[in-house]
């Protein structure tokens, strides 16, 4: 990036010009030195090397009785030595590199007082040793180097900035961001120690940290370099610089703290930049998935990126797992059965993606084939709470299938199995309550259907607790609420039941998470929108006979969803108890149109 803004010829121009001035003046070696560090930094190593020996000659072996070398020129002469050791490994040629940087020390003796010109020289050669121990893999003897350099010279940010380097590899990352930060705090402009201290901030999980330092580079690379960077060896580190990585990085810190625009925003750089970049497709894509599940955003684009990212690595399990999950939020089990299965051919043993296959197949309404992926998935696990996660989706199967018995059965092995990972205190199992509470909410369901009225308050009770310590979604509680209020309805306890629904109401987000927490879970369990809550409210308005504020209720239920033709029927019903049977004929007509498989709305609509 910085190279497009007219740092990539300023390597030429001062080789044209150092060139210049040796043809002006061919006895002096500065022109060749300063020529040689040019042609270094522009890959040119031969040359430099060349322009070394020339200025090497020229300074001589050792100073003359009379002329004695000048500390300058001493300090030049370990320059060009340090230059030449660097050339050299470029190379390859390990031993001539540090017998150069060897030499270069020699020169400069082991006298000089810290923070002397002698003293910087020696520091610039120990950091040059340092770098190469640290490419060659010796990261302990490149620390002491840096730790040299550092004691001749603690004003070199360079040499804070390498240190830094070397104990990431280490493993030190407390350390390394300390040297990083004091790397900063000599050169405000020194850019590659903001962006490695943010990876290291990133590393430990200090997102805001890693974010912040994130924010300085990329605001400099946008503005471009500062003024002040004016030497060769800062320009070369605002060259080392890596934007790229720095809004990928910068993108998945925002991601992992929930700022979803902003994690797109950055990780769509990183896709215009590294098209082929895979991960950064799949990493938007989650992004995007993530922002659709609260109706934000378009799942569709989420898709799009993951059928991009597939494309590019169609070998990563991962891309076909969560692509599935998008297709399930897009209302297109079809296809999500579809990656499934594609996964189940990659790895036939794959609990997971059996329960997955299995939830999509539900999903379709092909409820005994999901029952059987099911199965499949309980034989792979032995105990724990992924073999009850199992058989609670097993029982949802089976209660959706009215084996309303059989839901039972799974469902109390469920908890039990549950109840022994919790009293086992497995952190690491047990770290999700809205399985449990998934488990005990299908539980009511049976116990509700089975006229079991009292065993069903208590199984919703048990889920709303489990429910509270999940801050996944609130559509969860509301939906446990909703179907609460049904029993103290049918058990005539009509402040209870208000009570709920108002609870229901109160509670259910205005936009539900589309949310598939532990590969499989869905935010709007059994299908039950706000809507629905307001159609149970006019339910039980009408029970008493109240059938203004039914009507009342079953507006809004259908503002809230116009497509759901339960509102349309029970809003007939109660325009045909008023006597107005024209309005009554009307709404049943709205259900049949909108479903002519409802059954009760041609019932209904032929008793109008």
Excluded at 178 to 185: F, L, S
Aim: include cysteine; aromatic fraction near 8%.
């Amino acid at each position: 990036c910085l190279k497009s803004r007219g740092l990539g010829d300023v390597y030429k121009r001062q080789v044209k010009a150092y060139g210049r001035a040796i043809s002006l003046e061919p006895g002096a070696y500065t022109g060749l030195l300063n020529r040689a560090q040019a042609y270094l930094e522009k890959g040119a190593v031969k040359a430099a090397i060349k322009d070394l020996e020339r200025a090497l000659a020229l300074m001589g072996d050792g100073p003359a009785e009379t002329q004695p070398w000048t500390l300058r020129c001493l300090i030049d002469r370990a320059r060009a030595f340090n230059l030449s050791g660097v050339g050299h490994l470029r190379l390859g040629d390990w031993q001539q590199g540090m017998a150069d940087f060897e030499q270069g020390l020699e020169i400069l003796g082991d006298d000089a007082p810290a923070g002397t010109p002698r003293a910087r020289a020696a520091a610039a050669i120990c950091c040059s040793r340092g770098r190469a121990f640290r490419d060659r893999g010796d990261t302990e003897a490149a620390i002491a180097e840096f730790n040299q350099a550092i004691y001749l010279d603690p004003e070199e940010a360079g040499a804070w900035y390498n240190r830094g380097l070397a104990l990431v590899v280490q493993g030190d990352l407390d350390a390394a961001i300390g040297d990083y930060g004091q790397c900063i705090v000599l050169d405000a402009s020194y850019a590659p120690a903001y962006q490695k201290r943010a990876d290291a901030y990133y590393a430990l999980g200090d997102r805001e940290s890693a974010i912040e330092d994130y924010d300085q580079v990329l605001a400099w690379v946008q503005e471009g370099v500062p003024g002040a960077v004016t030497s060769a060896t800062a320009r070369a580190c605002w060259e080392a610089v890596d934007a790229v990585n720095a809004h990928y990085y910068r993108g998945l810190a925002h991601y992992e703290l929930g700022n979803l625009e902003a994690a797109i925003s950055d990780l769509g750089q990183v896709s215009a930049l590294r098209p082929q970049d895979a991960t950064a497709h799949y990493q938007r894509a989650r992004a995007r998935h993530d922002l659709a599940r609260y109706n934000l955003g378009d799942i569709k684009a989420a898709i799009a990126d993951y059928d991009r990212a597939a494309v590019l690595n169609p070998r990563d399990p991962m891309i076909l797992h969560y692509r599935a999950q998008a297709h399930l939020a897009d209302d297109n089990p079809e296809a999500a059965i579809e990656d499934y299965t594609g996964l189940l051919a990659l790895s036939p043993d794959d609990a997971a993606v059996c329960l997955g296959r299995g939830y999509a197949l539900q999903t379709r309404g092909d409820l005994q084939a999901a029952m059987a992926d099911y199965d499949r998935a309980i034989g792979f696990y032995s105990d724990g709470t992924q073999r009850a996660l199992a058989l609670g989706l097993r029982g949802r199967a089976r209660y959706l299938a009215g084996r309303l018995n059989e839901c039972i059965a799974d469902c109390d092995r469920a908890i039990d199995l549950f109840a022994a990972a919790a009293s086992l205190e497995s952190q690491a199992e047990c770290q999700d309550s809205w399985e449990p509470a998934m488990v005990y909410h299908t539980r009511g369901r049976a116990h509700h259907r089975q006229g079991a009225l009292e065993d069903a308050l208590s199984d919703y009770g048990q889920a709303l607790a489990l429910y509270a310590k999940d801050r996944v979604t609130s559509a969860d509680l509301a939906v446990v609420y909703y179907d609460r209020a049904r029993v103290h309805l049918a058990r005539g306890d009509w402040d209870m039941t208000m009570s709920d629904y108002d609870q229901a109401v109160d509670c259910f987000p205005d936009r539900v998470p589309r949310t598939v927490a532990g590969h499989l879970r869905q935010g709007k369990p059994f299908d039950v929108g706000k809507g629905m809550i307001h159609v149970g409210r006019g339910d039980a308005y009408a029970a008493l006979a109240d059938l203004e504020a039914a009507i009342i209720e079953y507006d809004q239920a259908i503002d809230l969803d116009p497509k759901d033709p339960a509102a349309y029927d029970a809003r007939g019903l109660a325009y045909r108890e008023k006597g107005d049977l024209e309005a009554a004929i009307e709404d049943h007509g709205r259900a049949i149109a909108l479903d002519p498989q409802f059954a009760d709305g041609h019932l209904h609509r032929g008793l109008a």
